[in-house]
């Protein structure tokens, strides 16, 4: 089964500074994977997404990931954070054609003046 | 525009009792699913559909059934609800043709006293 580790559940970092969350899963054939944000009291959105082609992928925010087939992850990044980006992150993948997520259990980014 | 809707946003209820969150969702999307959040864990599938009729388990279906009479709806029932079923439930929702982006609803807090 697929699993997802999300290796910080907390990071700390100061506005305009850059982040790195980190995120790992098990191996597999053909994995598609996912970062979601969840603002406070909100559902998720999704971030970005790598299904297949050019391994480093760019989403909404200024966030980007890429994709590492050899180390199994797909670490999400932010060259300077700002205040608004404080938010729980969450690290998914499915494996290709299953339709189903596995989650990893978050990282929860604060952003400090 | 078309969204996911889930109702109620709070609910509290006692040991013992049934309980049925709903889904709603106007993507006309073929997948739905369930999951439940709780601290640490990030979110873990409960059930979920492929379509009409169609209804599978998740990694902790215990004490939770679904069924799927139209594409629109996906209810979840807790036949006999249980302290430890206190949780966020959050509802999703995909279609095969968008590439496994899942859509979220904004959540049911639901306390079992």
């Known amino acids: 089964a697929q699993s997802v580790t999300q290796l910080d559940s907390q990071v700390p970092v100061f506005e305009e500074a850059p982040v790195e969350l980190r995120c790992n899963y098990s191996s597999s054939v053909s994995v598609y994977l996912f970062w979601y944000v969840q603002y406070p009291n909100q559902g998720l959105q999704l971030l970005l997404k790598y299904l297949s082609g050019s391994t480093l992928v760019k989403g909404i925010n200024g966030f980007e990931a890429e994709f590492n087939k050899s180390q199994t992850s797909f670490h999400l990044r932010k060259p300077s954070v700002h205040i608004s980006d404080t938010a729980e992150y969450f690290c998914a993948v499915s494996q290709g054609g299953s339709e189903k997520l596995v989650f990893g259990k978050g990282t929860k980014l604060t952003v400090n003046p | 525009d078309a969204e996911i809707t889930q109702s109620p946003r709070h609910k509290i209820t006692e040991t013992g009792r049934q309980v049925t969150l709903a889904c709603h969702q106007t993507?006309?999307?073929?997948?739905m699913f369930w999951y439940r959040q709780d601290l640490g864990h990030g979110l873990r599938l409960i059930h979920y559909?492929?379509?009409?009729?169609?209804?599978n388990k998740g990694e902790v279906s215990d004490g939770y059934s679904v069924s799927r009479s139209n594409t629109e709806d996906l209810p979840l029932t807790l036949e006999s609800a249980a302290s430890s079923q206190t949780s966020v439930y959050f509802c999703?929702?995909?279609?095969?043709?968008?590439?496994?982006?899942?859509?979220f609803g904004p959540g049911t807090r639901l306390l079992v006293l």
């Open positions: 993507w006309n999307h073929n997948n």
């Open positions: 559909s492929y379509g009409v009729q169609d209804t």
């Open positions: 999703a929702s995909s279609d095969w043709e968008r590439q496994e982006t899942q859509y």
